[in-house]
């Protein structure tokens, strides 16, 4: 009994060495390692087995009454500062990955009032080590990582950081919505690009207009969603799907009413 309770106590130390050992002759990681990386384990399981929304960042959303989502957990992707001054989404945590949107928004990340998390390679020569700052490790093989202390895979989706986030955190539900999955584009995925007058594929006809960016890879996105989907399944998690009239055929689809009415609002 006593060794079964030690084994248990001693389980996410044995994790956390286990993933440095794993990447020990890798030296960014050693760097990112000692000097932010324990950073992130105080959001172990912090919300085990409440539920959150991720809020993408399609043109959908304006067509949803997002102010309900502020009593809610939530994670906003890359520019959601851009829906500020429409809402007051009381944002719980921010995900972005993108080097071309880190260095679109260095003051707007740093002034963020909600933890962020971003990836620490395009971040750590312009975003500084503020308090609510959480640098990521992102890159290596193509896998769902149920640990951050490890290299995250991007999933060519920042949506897919999040759920990989939100699992180490403890959700057990997690409602997507403004994941569209629906791109004006032409060209190859993950080209970049100068997108030239207002962006159609964005809540916010300012997101990317003029300025670069890189084209969706949405099939490659399906491929990190099916892996998502999987892990949570096996560990007896949920996502679900409430973006309105979004294109992604892979989540249990439910309205946006109905995610809001699946859980009660945070304390």
């Avoid at 919300?47 to 993408?56: A, D, M, R, T, V």
């Avoid at 500020?84 to 990955?97: E, P, Q």
Wanted: with cysteine; hydrophobic share 35%.
């Amino acid at each position: 009994m006593l060794i079964n309770s030690l084994k248990t106590a001693l389980k996410p130390i044995k994790n956390d060495i286990d993933a440095y050992l794993k990447y020990y002759d890798n030296k960014i990681y050693q760097q990112w390692y000692f000097r932010f990386g324990k950073k992130i384990a105080e959001f172990k399981d912090i919300h085990k087995g409440e539920s959150c929304f991720i809020i993408g960042n399609g043109p959908s959303l304006n067509n949803m009454d997002l102010s309900p989502l502020k009593n809610y957990h939530t994670f906003g992707l890359n520019k959601i500062y851009l829906m500020f001054d429409k809402v007051d989404l009381n944002l719980s945590y921010h995900v972005a990955v993108n080097p071309l949107v880190i260095e679109q928004s260095v003051s707007e990340f740093e002034a963020l009032q909600c933890p962020s998390f971003l990836s620490y390679i395009p971040a750590r020569t312009s975003i500084r080590p503020l308090d609510h700052i959480y640098y990521i490790l992102t890159g290596g093989s193509y896998k769902f990582s149920s640990n951050p202390l490890e290299i995250i895979c991007e999933g060519h989706t920042v949506t897919y950081v999040a759920m990989q986030i939100a699992f180490y955190m403890g959700f057990s539900k997690v409602f997507l919505i403004g994941v569209d999955h629906n791109f004006i584009a032409k060209g190859q995925p993950n080209e970049q690009q100068i997108l030239q007058g207002e962006d159609p594929n964005h809540f916010a006809p300012n997101y990317f207009c003029n300025q670069q960016w890189h084209l969706p890879d949405l099939e490659a996105s399906e491929l990190s969603y099916h892996l998502a989907k999987f892990h949570y399944n096996r560990a007896n998690r949920q996502i679900y799907d409430a973006t309105v009239n979004g294109k992604l055929k892979i989540f249990t689809k439910i309205s946006y009413e109905e995610a809001l009415s699946l859980y009660s609002p945070k304390l």
